[in-house]
């Protein structure tokens, strides 16, 4: 350790307790590696305040020595955005574990940034509510993080994204100044929409110290159908048949062949249904009364193009098990990292995309084996590819992020910039709009100390 390290330190120990700065290797190696083990750095210490007067004391300390902060939460995130790569300090805000209030009238959740997104859930069902995100990293991510990425989820199609349940926010400047917007309105137009701007900053604006969440009323009782499909027109006008029905869908996902096959070696299940089919809908959906009657009449009158089907009912559907092991299989299966691309296109090109997508790689990268699911009602698909030598993710990415554009779509749907897309953010914005985007984080962290990779203002 230099000096300086060491001064700074001790500094920091004064503030949080020693036992709240991590510096020994081998206790840090959880926080400088990412999810899916392809990112990794180092630090020289892991601070983990317990308030925002702490958050506060922390990065004014940082500040004076000039010392790059990495904010992290649940360390979930698939791009990157929360490893220390240049050796930044690692600001963990897993000690920002109250959950303040569930408010029934009003229907919001106050709770400290570093609470995990299944103890929010839990904590606003016990009032009849719910969360209105949710995603299979439920158990580790932390509101903080799904703020920070605007997380997307599988309840997206029927709540929208996170910035979209986000009604107030606490958060710490860099230079240590605190910011507070926080009132109990869903209608409040003074002025800029400060949340809405911090949700998907990936921690380049601020560290958020505290959210106020919307909440959603769950529905009483869901039906969930895994339905076996030809194309993905089939499954997205399968979807557009069970909204005008008048159901109400909670979630529509798509699966692939080679996706539901890689699941079941991983997980020991059986097929799910009795034919092979290219495609597989998973769609939840809800409704007043006879929602399975409503289901299965949308399913009988769709004809051929509804291969087979399976239907459960909610809570709890056993069908979603195939969907919600992707990523953990994916990871378990590749013999390197793979690599993982989140992309979203138009509703009408995500067929084109697809269909496209698949022979192009097997072109052009015949070593590669490429996963492709998601949220498919939203259009968005996450396109995983497998056994990518360390050589080839730069040009394999390339190469699948301009296919992605050239379809009219999105280069990162939900997971956000991070490292993992920071090359490519010309693909996704104007010249104009990125010089923009860099006025604003220079405006509230001068000197690029938070998170200095994803959008360096130079
Ligand atoms: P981290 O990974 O710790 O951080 C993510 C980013 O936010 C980093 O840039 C970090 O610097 C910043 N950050 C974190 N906390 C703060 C804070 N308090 N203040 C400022 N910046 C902060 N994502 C989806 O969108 N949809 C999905 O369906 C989905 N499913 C997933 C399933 C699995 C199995 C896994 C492993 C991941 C999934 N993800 C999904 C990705 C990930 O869970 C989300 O991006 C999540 O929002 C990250 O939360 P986190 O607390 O782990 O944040
Ligand atoms: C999901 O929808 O399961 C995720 O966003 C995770 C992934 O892309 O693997
Ligand atoms: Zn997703």
Redesign the pocket.
Known sequence: MTSTTLSIVSELAEIVGPANVLTDPDVTAGYVT???GHWSGHTEAVVRPGSTAEVSAVLTACHRHGLRV??????????????PMDGEIV???RR?TTIERVDVVDRTLAAG??V??AQAQEAARQHGLDLGV?????D???????????????R?IKNG??RRQLLGIE?VLSDGRVVTRWKELVKDNVGYDLPGL?AG?????????RVLMRLVIPAPRTQVSLVAVTTVSDALQLVDRLERAGLTLEAAELMTRPGIDLVRRHHDLRAPLDVDSPFLLLAEVSGQRDTQALLLDVLEQAGESVLDAAVEEGPAPKLWRYR?S???SISAESSTPPVKL?LSTPLREVEQFLTTLTPALAENFPDVRAICF??VGDGNL?VNLLDVKETERERVTDFVLRHVTQHGGSIS????V?RAKAPWLALGRSPEDINLMKSIRAAIDPAGL??PH?LPIR
């Open positions: 990412d999810w899916t990495v904010p992290q939460g649940g360390n979930t995130g698939l791009v990157g955005g929360s490893i600001l963990s805000t920002l940034a570093g995990i997104v949710d995603l299979a990293s439920r580790s991510a932390t509101l903080g993080g799904i703020v920070s990425t605007n997380a997307g989820g599988i997206m994204n996170t958060a911090l900053a990936e921690g380049t604006l601020a560290v958020i110290t919600e992707h990523t953990e989140d998601g949220h996450h749907a939900e997971h956000g991070g938070l998170n994803i």
